[in-house]
T-cell receptor
Framework: DTGVSQNPRHKITKRGQNVTFRCDPISEHNRLYWYRQTLGQGPEFLTYFQNEAQLEKSRLLSDRFSAERPKGSFSTLEIQRTEQGDSAMYLC????????????FGPGTRLTVT | DAKTTQPPSMDCAEGRAANLPCNHSTISGNEYVYWYRQIHSQGPQYIIHGLKNNETNEMASLIITEDRKSSTLILPHATLRDTAVYYCIVRVGNNRLAFGKGNQVVVIP
C-alpha cells in the first residue's frame, strides 16, 4: 500500500494556459475524489468517481474543469484557460465503496496562476 | 450533511491529553462523525470515526455523547507533531466530505 500519489506537486502557469493533474489512488479503492483548497479554508468537494463513472459534480466545477478516470484506476483533472482564481491546492482522495469507509488523501498539487 | 461547530483555535500542553470539542446538534441517525487533521501544506489525514459508540485507535479516542449532538476527540499524549488543523465532519455513508474551517491546534512545549 503506497498511498495516494499526485503529480505534479507544484505547478506554476500563466493565465489562459491549460493544466492537467494526475492522481493515482490506493490500488484496491473503487472511489476517487477531487477537492480544492484555498488558503485559510478547508477542502471543498469538486467531484467523485466510482470506478470509471463520474457520479457527482459540485457546482464549483465550472465548464473549464474536466475530470476523467478512464480505466477506473488513475484520474486526471484538467483546467482549461486558467484564471488567477484557480490558484489553490488540488487534493485527491480514494476509498473503498460502501459503508463508512474513510477517505485517504494524497499530498495535493499546488497550482499557482500568474 | 449536518453542520459542525468547532472552536477556531486552541493550545495544548505537550505531553498532556488534548480534548478537542465538536458540536453537531443537527446530526441525523445515520450520519457518522469523522475526524481528520491537516498538517501545514500536507493532505488531510484520517484520524478516527464513529456512529454511536466511543471509538479508540492508535492515534486517538472519540467520545460521542448519548444524544449524539456533540463529540470530543482525545489525543492522549499530545506531541509537537500533533500541531495541525483538526476537522470534525458528519456525513452519511461513503460520499463527499464537507470540511469547515476546522480547529487550529497548537501544541506548546
Amino acid at each position: 500500500d503506497t498511498g495516494v500519489s499526485q503529480n505534479p506537486r507544484h505547478k506554476i502557469t500563466k493565465r489562459g494556459q491549460n493544466v492537467t493533474f494526475r492522481c493515482d489512488p490506493i490500488s484496491e479503492h473503487n472511489r476517487l475524489y477531487w477537492y480544492r483548497q484555498t488558503l485559510g479554508q478547508g477542502p471543498e468537494f469538486l467531484t467523485y468517481f466510482q470506478n470509471e463513472a463520474q457520479l457527482e459534480k459540485s457546482r464549483l466545477l465550472s465548464d473549464r474543469f474536466s475530470a476523467e478516470r478512464p480505466k477506473g484506476s488513475f484520474s486526471t483533472l484538467e483546467i482549461q484557460r486558467t484564471e488567477q482564481g484557480d490558484s489553490a491546492m488540488y487534493l485527491c482522495a480514494s476509498s473503498r465503496t460502501g459503508g463508512d469507509h474513510e477517505q485517504y488523501f494524497g499530498p495535493g498539487t499546488r497550482l499557482t496562476v500568474t | 450533511d449536518a453542520k459542525t461547530t468547532q472552536p477556531p483555535s486552541m493550545d495544548c500542553a505537550e505531553g498532556r491529553a488534548a480534548n478537542l470539542p465538536c458540536n453537531h446538534s443537527t446530526i441525523s441517525g445515520n450520519e457518522y462523525v469523522y475526524w481528520y487533521r491537516q498538517i501545514h501544506s500536507q493532505g488531510p489525514q484520517y484520524i478516527i470515526h464513529g456512529l454511536k459508540n466511543n471509538e479508540t485507535n492508535e492515534m486517538a479516542s472519540l467520545i460521542i455523547t448519548e444524544d449524539r449532538k456533540s463529540s470530543t476527540l482525545i489525543l492522549p499524549h499530545a506531541t509537537l507533531r500533533d500541531t495541525a488543523v483538526y476537522y470534525c465532519i458528519v456525513r452519511v455513508g461513503n460520499n463527499r466530505l464537507a470540511f469547515g474551517k476546522g480547529n487550529q491546534v497548537v501544541v506548546i512545549p
